[in-house]
Structures are given as structure tokens and as C-alpha cells.
């Protein structure tokens, strides 16, 4: 059974960057497909961005060229550089693989 952790989340400033990690434990990921995704008040979960065990990566058109999601297989551990934050960004951030979530991470981006 997969265990997701996240880390990284905070406020920043508005044109700020932040550094999500997702460390998951209780199997090995590479060859499985890992995700972010991010939930504001009053909204449904959404996704930012996917990368496949090949490391082909898919993003939000809302995050396209600001977010980059890379992974490292030997540390079983997934990550989200986020730049030029803006206020819209602000949300929970949840790490995802094999159908499990993490418990997420606030990330609040003050304008």
C-alpha cells in the first residue's frame, strides 16, 4: 500500500517561488505515472501537472511555463518547482499516484 507525503507549501509573495516534495513510501513508483493537483475553497480538485514513468510531463494551461514537475525514482519522491506564484495559485496541493492521494499542502500566495 502507497503512502504519499507532501512538503514544501507556505506563503509567499505574489511573484515568489515555493518547492513542493511528495516522498512516498510502501512501493516503488517508476514505473507509475505521478501527479499534482489542487483544491481552492469553493472549487473542485483540479489538475497542475502529471509525469509519466518515461518523464513525459503535461501541465494546467494555467501553470504552463511557471510550474515544472520532475521526479526522482531512487528516492521514490516527486516534486513541483513553482515560479512567478500569483494569488490564483493559492490552494491545497495533494500529490497523487496509483489512485492514492496525499493529505496535502497549503500554498498561499499573498498579492
Excluded at 23 to 42: E, F, H, T, V
Excluded at 94 to 100: A, E, G, S, Y
Amino acid at each position: 500500500q502507497v503512502q504519499l507525503v507532501e512538503s514544501g507549501g507556505g506563503l509567499v509573495q505574489s511573484g515568489g517561488s515555493l518547492r513542493l516534495s511528495c516522498a512516498a513510501s510502501g512501493s516503488m513508483l517508476s514505473n507509475y505515472a505521478m501527479g499534482w493537483y489542487r483544491q481552492a475553497p469553493g472549487k473542485q480538485r483540479e489538475l497542475v501537472a502529471l509525469i509519466n514513468s518515461g518523464g513525459t510531463t503535461t501541465y494546467a494551461n494555467s501553470v504552463k511555463g511557471r510550474f515544472t514537475i520532475s521526479r526522482d525514482n531512487a528516492k521514490n519522491t516527486v516534486y513541483l518547482q513553482m515560479n512567478s506564484l500569483k494569488p490564483e495559485d493559492t490552494a491545497v496541493y495533494f500529490c497523487w499516484t496509483l489512485n492514492t492521494w496525499g493529505q496535502g499542502t497549503q500554498v498561499t500566495v499573498s498579492s
